[in-house]
């Protein structure tokens, strides 16, 4: 029994050593950009993201960003939802529900710490945006919802290997460019992207440990 616990507990220890250090280096940034709110650094990615624009490189950045928008992003995840519900998985569709929490949190932060969006002065505005501009909202909301999908076809076995590959890939590619695609439309500074990425991971955290925790407690349920 003990040699059972001990890997564990060491792994327990591991992931709350690393939530930890993300939250940590999440508020040390934060703290950053409220009394620092522009950035050399921040320009030169801007500058060198949008150099080699296009009317195509616009359409493709904008289409890769389309989930992040409202309404889109609300109903992109009600029906994946409706889809996993449908499906019999509905322990699932519970838990990718829960993703739109984030909404709330992001818009609680973004106005805490107040920074104002990328003007034209220093970049290309392919996309006006409301609200503030730190952190990245679409990097946050991709970062939690496509990474829960992608947790969630690592773990359920009667999906098939195909729909796993199809969701797996398409998630994760939209994971890598949605920051990308952020600064390149003017929509974020780089350290805005840094940010969501950050609150994507740390929310991402107690999404994925509460689903595994109510899942062990219920085996019987169909999953």
């Given at each position: ?15 709350l050593?690393l ?28 500058v060198?993201?949008?150099?080699y ?57 973004k ?8 003007t ?9 945006n ?32 195909t ?61």
């Amino acid at each position: 029994m003990k040699n059972y616990l001990l890997p564990m507990l060491l792994k327990r220890n591991t992931l709350l050593l690393l939530l930890t250090l993300l939250i940590a280096m999440f508020i040390a940034l934060s703290i950053f950009i409220n009394f620092h709110p522009l950035l050399p650094l921040d320009i030169k990615a801007s500058v060198f993201m949008q150099q080699y624009h296009s009317n195509f490189m616009d359409k493709i950045m904008l289409a890769i960003s389309f989930f992040g928008e409202l309404p889109y992003s609300l109903l992109s995840v009600v029906i994946v939802a409706l889809i996993f519900y449908y499906y019999k998985y509905k322990r699932e569709a519970y838990f990718i529900s829960a993703t739109l929490i984030s909404g709330l949190i992001i818009l609680g932060v973004k106005n805490i710490i107040n920074r104002p969006r990328p003007t034209s002065f220093y970049v290309r505005l392919v996309e006006v945006n409301r609200f503030q501009s730190y952190p990245s909202g679409h990097v946050l909301s991709y970062i939690l919802f496509f990474g829960f999908l992608i947790i969630l076809m690592n773990t359920l076995k009667t999906v098939s290997k195909t729909t796993k590959n199809i969701v797996t890939y398409i998630s994760a590619f939209l994971m890598i460019t949605i920051s990308f695609s952020r600064i390149y439309l003017g929509a974020h500074w780089f350290t805005d992207t840094v940010g969501g990425f950050l609150l994507g991971l740390i929310c991402l955290f107690p999404l994925t440990y509460y689903y595994f925790k109510f899942k062990k407690e219920t085996p019987k349920e169909k999953n």
